[in-house]
């Protein structure tokens, strides 16, 4: 605009109405709203922890470790028994290590925890949790985030999950024998695998029966759950 010459009565000007005011959002509500967004690496994050604690829970459920080697956690609004020895918290360390960067490519199948008696050999039980990781149609490769569901709901069904597996001892058979137990991965064929690890066989059960429990979905990973054991014969009762 030009300016008015010197001397020169400025001409009047007719005020223009002004939009209302826009406030800028707060804070906390840009924080919810990126809260409800999930990312891989956030969904690899719950499924490794998951993995850890439902290891725990089952060594210590079905008597594998001594439950003076366990201390109890609160998690999933649950009270949690957890490992103390510090080998065995290194090796499953190790281990959900590996897995997370596994989960991540999208290359987990199966986890497949075998109870195994330690004299005769014999696979007593197999807990498998099945992995659907989802896919990208449009690109390829896994899908990077989701926000349809939040973190509450996921933590709601892992709990309910965790729940069933501390119920197990109501209808698994009693372990009456020293075990030991394997961690079997199952991942794609063109997985690049450490050398730590190692082929295995399936560790399966003759003449089981299965129980299949409850799952949990983040929408990018699907575990389901279930258990088999071996039926006693009546000469075993």
């Known amino acids: 605009r030009r300016a008015p010459a010197p001397g020169a009565a400025a001409p009047a ?17 840009t924080s919810t709203a990126s809260k409800q967004v999930i990312t891989l690496k956030g969904s690899t994050d719950i499924v490794t922890e998951f993995f850890n604690y439902s290891i725990n829970s089952i060594l210590y459920q079905r008597g594998i470790y001594a439950p003076e080697t366990f201390e109890r956690q609160s998690k999933y609004g649950l009270g949690l028994m957890v490992t103390k020895d510090d080998k065995l918290q290194e090796y499953l360390k190790q281990i959900m290590a590996q897995l997370d ?6 290359e987990v199948k199966q986890l497949v925890i075998a109870v195994n008696g330690i004299e005769t050999g014999e696979t007593l039980e197999r807990w498998v949790f099945k992995v659907e990781t989802a896919v ?3 690109n390829g490769g896994c899908v990077q985030e989701q926000t349809t569901k939040t973190r509450k709901e996921i933590s709601q069904e892992i709990s309910a999950l965790m729940r069933q597996i501390t119920a197990t001892v ?5 372990i009456n024998e020293a075990c030991a137990f394997d961690l079997l991965i199952y991942t794609n ?10 082929e295995s066989d399936a560790r ?16 990018l990973h699907k575990v389901d759950t279930a258990v088999a054991y071996r039926e006693l014969a009546d000469d075993d009762i």
């Open 136 to 138: 990208d149609k449009e």
């Open 189 to 198: 064929k063109d997985t690049v695998v450490p050398v730590e690890f190692e």
């Open 13 to 29: 000007k007719r005020p223009r109405p002004r939009p209302p005011p826009v406030r800028a959002p707060t804070m906390a509500s």
């Open 204 to 219: 399966l059960i003759k003449n089981s029966a299965e129980v299949r429990l409850r799952s949990f979905d983040t929408k």
């Open 170 to 174: 109501t209808f698994l058979p009693l």
């Open 101 to 106: 960067s596994w989960l991540m490519k999208g």
